[in-house]
């Protein structure tokens, strides 16, 4: 069953939208806050997203921004009252992949959603792999000589970015940047420690050694020449 996170602080709206797709088979998680969703789509996997504009603590603008900076690529449906074609340059700006005014047709939602659905399954990568690990970019799963290795949603997303950069030195600021959305001062070692978290999870117990420090450069995801 496919999972639907909606992020809506109406809450007549919310819960319609919510009774309706699970009407028509899919498994739904609702939130009226904007903090509280962005939350929950950092700590499950979902395969489509349907966003709100005005929320309270963050806004819509704010949540895929985030999303999008973290790595997140689940297709994102927004919802808004606002017929304004700026607005709707700005969310497809930042990462969204529809757009709906409200009011709406309920039939016309599914027909995006499943077209939405489709979409991210032909574009959407499948399985990376170096060595004898393996991240199913879909299910957000990690396997190391076939045994699964449970990551925090931060240590998920750090794997992933380093796995599509495989050979590229990636300095600490860009690691910041990219997975935690903020520059860190020079003289933390937030990054490192997190570096040092995941490596005990993906290399401490296997052979050969992925993550490897460059000495004043930053981190790389190579199999090392012997």
């Keep these: 069953m496919q999972r639907i996170l909606i992020v809506e602080d109406e809450i007549k709206t919310g819960s319609y939208l919510q009774q309706g ?20 789509l950092q700590k499950d996997h ?21 999303m999008r900076q ?49 979409r991210s399954r032909v574009l959407a990568p499948t ?5 004898d690990l393996t991240v199913d970019m879909v299910r957000r799963t990690v396997m190391r000589s076939g045994k699964r290795i449970h990551l925090t949603s931060k240590e998920y997303v750090l794997l992933e970015l380093l796995l599509q950069r495989t050979g590229e030195v990636l300095p600490r600021s860009l690691i910041s940047s990219l997975v935690w959305n903020m520059n860190f001062d020079s003289d933390t070692n937030v990054i490192d420690v997190a570096v040092r978290r995941l490596r005990s999870k ?22 090392k020449e012997q």
């Design 70 to 118: 973290s790595g997140h690529e689940e297709p994102v449906l927004f919802l808004t009252a606002k017929d304004n074609v700026q607005d709707k340059v700005k969310g497809l700006e930042l990462g969204a992949d529809d757009y709906l005014i409200k009011p709406f047709d309920f039939a016309e939602l599914v027909a995006r959603v499943r077209t939405l659905l489709r």
């Design 21 to 40: 797709l699970e009407e028509v088979g899919y498994q739904v998680d609702l939130f009226h806050d904007g903090c509280e969703g962005l939350n929950a």
């Design 46 to 66: 979902y395969e489509l997203i349907i966003l709100d504009v005005m929320l309270p603590s963050l806004n819509g603008w704010q949540i895929i921004d985030e």
């Design 202 to 223: 993906i290399d401490d117990d296997f052979e050969p050694k992925l993550i490897h420090t460059v000495r004043g450069a930053g981190y790389v995801l190579e199999i």
């Design 127 to 131: 399985v990376c792999s170096l060595a």
